[in-house]
């Protein structure tokens, strides 16, 4: 169970001076939830604003054949809901927890008085979008134009820099040397929009390349720093190259590898 100083430590993070963070924490609650427990439907109106103290959500769409198919992922140490809650709108997803996780909950109201009245909050809330807009809009050029390739190498970097950075980080910071993804393969397709099988085949070339580390139920993206400069390298081409095979992709690493 979190302290009371660990849930002042993360509003502190937001920008929030020791008075008002004190002030605030009165009102967060801790929530705990199983795997495959919804926090939220979709169309339901959200309540809090969310941060992930441990486990993964995923903000998920139902489909006529009964498949929840994922659109992105939240790990350990992210905030999500924003968008509801600022838009005054409802949930445009299902949030499902993909493993057991613990939130803490600020009350939508709490969130609106912040963001009016805390001009440090309004700022690292706005920062917080608009690198997930960016991160929306690299995911639909791929989705539109990137052959399946790209979508898988991409996406995996995409996906590893949402656990590094915690979601919220502008792609400026290193990497440590590693990031585990815990999640199946399959729900990993699903984000890239390829299918398992595709999926499977791009990984394991990506593994024996020793880009990737592959165990049940998990995959470990490694040498995480050439990973974070291949994204870099793909926003910053002037011509984006939306057809490479997985030999080129993989060139484009060694190319990247720190001397």
């Not at 941060?51 to 489909?63: D, E, H, K, Q």
């Not at 585990?180 to 394991?204: H, N």
């Not at 995959?219 to 081409?237: C, K, P, V, Y």
Request: charged share 15%; hydrophobic share 40%.
């Amino acid at each position: 169970m979190p302290t009371s100083s660990y849930i002042l430590q993360r509003l502190r993070k937001l920008g929030l001076n020791d008075a008002v963070a004190a002030q605030t924490a009165t009102v967060v609650k801790v929530q705990s939830f199983d795997a495959g427990r919804k926090i939220w439907v979709k169309g339901s109106e959200v309540g809090h604003w969310q941060y992930i103290i441990s486990g993964l959500v995923s903000a998920s769409i139902s489909t006529t054949n009964s498949e929840s198919t994922p659109l992105s992922i939240y790990g350990k140490g992210a905030w999500f809901g924003e968008q509801s809650i600022i838009n005054r709108k409802p949930s445009f997803a299902d949030y499902v927890c993909l493993t057991a996780t613990e939130v803490l909950a600020l009350p939508a109201a709490t969130f609106d008085t912040l963001f009016v009245q805390e001009p440090h909050f309004a700022r690292y809330v706005a920062k917080l979008m608009a690198w997930r807009v960016q991160k929306t809009s690299e995911t639909l050029t791929l989705m539109k134009l990137g052959n399946p390739c790209l979508r898988v190498v991409m996406g995996l970097a995409q996906f590893a820099e949402a656990l590094a950075y915690k979601s919220d980080r502008p792609p400026t910071i290193g990497f440590g040397e590693g990031v585990e993804i815990p999640i199946a393969q399959t729900t990993l397709a699903s984000l890239c929009g390829v299918s398992r099988t595709l999926f499977s085949e791009y990984v394991q070339q990506l593994a024996q390349q020793g880009w990737l580390k592959i165990s049940y139920g998990k995959l470990e993206i490694l040498n995480i720093g050439t990973w974070h400069a291949f994204a870099r390298s793909q926003r910053e081409d002037s011509v984006s190259h939306l057809n490479a095979s997985i030999d080129e992709l993989l060139q484009i690493l060694r190319g990247l590898e720190p001397a």
